[in-house]
């Protein structure tokens, strides 16, 4: 059995204590009943279409397809993928 | 050794993807409250579009279409078509082959059903060039929560790869890649929102690129190196983290930033940041500004020259695989084409985005300059990326 490397563990131990701490941050956002604190009529900046970060799906769907081609990185993307074009 | 280094490291994984499936399942349940109905389908919307990549010896470009088109108020049906024309000479062709040209071909389908406040959604993919043939197909469900100011997303896709090497019929590998996701959306203020998504993704089969080799010094041989074929491992799992935030302006202005983080089991860790902001003029003009910076660590299998032939039981000189980081510059107009000129009141839009994307390799070096192996200069080199579209909105 190999000895897991100790930044791996640090890693590990990380994750672990940030998902607790979330889960209890939502848990007792439940149990003190917090409501929706920005109402549907005070959301029209948010609706704007400038604020729409996938406004241009199409390009959006090209710009994911270039830098997973040339890149490691891969997800988190909403697209990307699909064949090679990359030698 | 490996067996069991690889078997740690798939469980470290799997350990990542299922923390954050817990995690938002559970938000789901703690959350949950009944308001009114904001989940709606896209409006319909056709897009057509010309794209161009020059720089680094390649020039790839051509057409892509989109098309959406809500069949009712819960159906929705979207089709994808996109070409890419290939003409390569980089410096990984020139150094030990010839330039060659390829098409590829991409097509989508999907399909969207919104029920109450959750939006269901698969899709079918197939990627099609002479060496490589991609057939994916993934599901995606979303769910508006607590008054509609959270949104949470999960998603599973799976593809399977025909690998093929032009000149050799004999050649045939595959590969299948899995991927799960997970994000939450969270309206913050009344200006500001946020998101936070994970994917793990898990690759298994042939993952080498058939025609790429590495080099190694070999005083035998003339030049004093010789190549040989990559060898990469079967599997490759990578977990990304990206936060992402979008901050509207009190002079309507929108303002976009994401940061990235991503490992994987090749022992490549990165990063990337962007920031992107847009600005509307006198209502028919939108201006969009990007700069991104991305970085990456390299392979723990790569290396720019072996000491010898056979040197490590996987190899790889894939510049892609090496230490290197980028920065994107872009800028974007889209015009707002008035009412009169419109076709049956339908909206539409021209829009114009620049790239130019410098990249800068810190230990792949150019094997194509002549001078003594070993002294070659670090490879880098730019790129311009245009993207010119029409939509209509309908």
Not at chain 2, 40 to 50: E, G, I, N
Not at chain 2, 189 to 212: K, M
Not at chain 2, 285 to 294: A, D, G, P, T
């Amino acid at each position: 059995m190999i000895k897991e490397p100790l930044h791996k563990t640090s890693r590990r131990c990380a994750i672990y204590l940030g998902c607790t701490a979330l889960l209890l941050t939502f848990s007792g956002c439940a149990q003190l009943s917090i409501k929706p604190w920005v109402k549907p009529y005070e959301r029209q900046n948010l609706a704007d279409p400038i604020m729409q970060s996938n406004r241009h799906a199409i390009a959006n769907m090209h710009v994911a397809h270039v830098y997973e081609a040339r890149e490691s990185s891969r997800g988190s993307e909403g697209g990307g993928g699909g064949g090679c074009g990359c030698n | 050794m490996a067996v069991t280094n690889l078997c740690s490291l798939v469980n470290i994984w799997f350990f990542n993807v299922i923390t954050s499936f817990t995690a938002v399942a559970v938000l789901v349940t703690l959350v949950n409250s009944p308001t009114v109905n904001a989940a709606v389908l896209t409006s319909d919307q056709a897009d057509v579009l010309y794209h161009s990549y020059e720089g680094g010896g390649m020039k790839i470009d051509g057409p892509a279409i989109l098309l959406r088109k809500k069949a009712s108020e819960s159906l929705a049906v979207s089709a994808y078509y996109y070409v890419d024309t290939i003409s390569s000479a980089s410096v990984d062709v020139l150094s030990t082959a010839s330039p060659y040209t390829e098409e590829r071909q991409e097509l989508q389908l999907g399909l969207e059903y919104l029920h109450d406040k959750t939006i269901m959604a698969v899709n079918i993919r197939q990627s099609d060039e002479d060496d490589y043939l991609a057939n994916s197909f993934n599901v995606n469900v979303s769910h508006d929560t607590f008054g509609d100011l959270t949104n949470l997303n999960l998603g599973l896709a799976v593809s399977d790869n025909e690998i093929k090497r032009n000149g050799d019929e004999l050649f045939l590998e595959t590969s299948r890649q899995y991927r799960v996701s997970a994000g939450i959306s969270q309206i913050l203020t009344r200006n500001l929102s946020i998101n936070v998504d994970v994917e793990g993704v898990a690759d298994e089969g042939y993952l080498n690129n058939p025609y790429r080799t590495v080099r190694y010094l070999d005083a035998n041989i003339p030049a004093g190196f010789g190549y040989q074929a990559e060898i990469y491992p079967n599997t490759r799992n990578s977990f990304s983290t990206k936060f992402s935030a979008s901050y509207y302006l009190p002079y309507r202005a929108a303002l976009f930033f994401h940061y990235r983080y991503f490992s994987d089991s090749w022992e490549i860790h990165a990063n990337d940041v962007e920031f992107n902001y847009r600005h509307p003029i006198a209502k028919v003009v939108e201006l969009e500004f990007k700069v991104r910076y991305y970085q990456q660590t390299q392979a723990n299998f790569y290396n720019d020259l072996f000491p010898y032939k056979d040197a490590q039981n996987y190899l790889a000189r894939d510049k892609e695989l090496s230490d290197f980081d980028d920065l994107t510059i872009g800028i974007g107009v889209t015009y707002l084409i008035p009412a009169k000129y419109n076709v049956s009141d339908w909206r539409s839009e021209l829009s114009l985005q620049w790239d130019h994307i410098t990249f800068n390799y810190n230990n792949f070096k150019d094997a194509t300059a002549d001078v003594a192996v070993g002294d070659e200069p670090l490879y880098e080199f730019s790129t311009d990326v245009i993207r010119a579209f029409f939509s209509v909105y309908f």
